[in-house]
């Protein structure tokens, strides 16, 4: 049916794959571009722009994958803080009354989104939460106390959000890490998360999984902005690796995490940052 559709299309067709490394099986980015050799198609040409924010995604593609894309990389740079002020103040423009706006506050939004990547769309996130919550406390002046409190909520959400999404294995990769960063571990390589991961899953009686598989959630982690990843290059002697460590508040993400918590038990690292009311037999 696809493979009609395209053809009916007839020309050349160029196939927009936003967040293309949100892919869970690679193998349409190998028949896409072999659509005419393999005879599926006879009167269009297929085209293919992936979109991603994953400089490493291409690294985890199949090697048949990539022989069959013969792909050219495109790097666009992120926006910087007076890029993203001029964005800003084109929306505030439309958003807001005139003199709504304390001075500084888009400048402050601007300064935020170009610590985080130079993303547009988390400064106009902000810009947004702050507006509502001038609204929700009945304010007629959005201040850079507003911007800042935005910016916690948005941030404690974002935490959550990610973190409830994620799998049982990856809720225990995560409070290994979190462990290891208390006990200032970090940057550390997987291998040496893999113990501490390990006992972790082997106290709640699940089997912890294959090294890969452990690496994907780090990965995941990674794409989420949870974790960093560092790649390290030590030459033919060390080769390349990646080093991980916390990037996010880890006060929320203990608390995103307190199912996994409760359940694995409270390591002797995270003591302070849970509730003081737990019991002793709360601790692993």
């Not at 050799?37 to 924010?53: H, M, P, T, W, Y």
């Not at 992120?78 to 706006?101: G, K, P, S, T």
């Not at 959550?160 to 990856?170: A, M, S």
Request: a negative charge; one cysteine or more; glycine letters at 6%.
């Amino acid at each position: 049916m696809l493979w009609e559709e395209l053809d009916s299309c007839g020309g050349t067709l160029l196939i927009v794959l936003d967040e293309v490394d949100h892919i869970q099986d690679d193998s349409i980015l190998y028949q896409l571009p072999r659509a005419r050799a393999n005879e599926n198609l006879s009167q269009a040409k297929i085209g293919i722009i992936g979109i991603s924010n994953d400089f490493s995604f291409r690294d985890d593609l199949s090697p048949k994958v990539k022989s069959s894309l013969c792909e050219e990389e495109l790097q666009f740079p992120a926006y910087d803080a007076q890029e993203l002020i001029e964005i800003l103040q084109q929306r505030a423009d439309a958003a807001f009354r005139d003199n709504v706006l304390d001075t500084g506050v888009i400048e402050l939004c601007a300064a935020y989104g170009a610590k985080d990547a130079g993303d547009a769309r988390q400064s106009l996130d902000l810009l947004m939460k702050a507006g509502d919550l001038a609204r929700d406390r009945d304010t007629e002046t959005i201040t850079e106390d507003l911007v800042r409190d935005a910016r916690e909520e948005l941030e404690r959400g974002r935490i959550r959000e990610g973190i409830t999404g994620l799998t049982q294995h990856g809720h225990l990769v995560l409070y290994a890490l979190i462990t290891l960063e208390m006990q200032n571990e970090t940057p550390i390589r997987s291998r040496d998360i893999r113990p501490r991961y390990t006992n972790f899953a082997e106290q709640i009686g699940v089997d912890p999984l294959v090294p890969r598989r452990m690496r994907d959630h780090l990965g995941e982690l990674s794409m989420l902005g949870i974790i960093s990843a560092v790649e390290r290059n030590e030459g033919r002697r060390g080769g390349t690796y990646r080093e991980y460590s916390i990037d996010m508040d880890v006060n929320m993400i203990v608390n995103a995490l307190d199912e996994t918590v409760t359940e694995v038990g409270i390591h002797e690292s995270i003591v302070d940052l849970v509730d003081k009311d737990r019991t002793l037999s709360d601790y692993s």
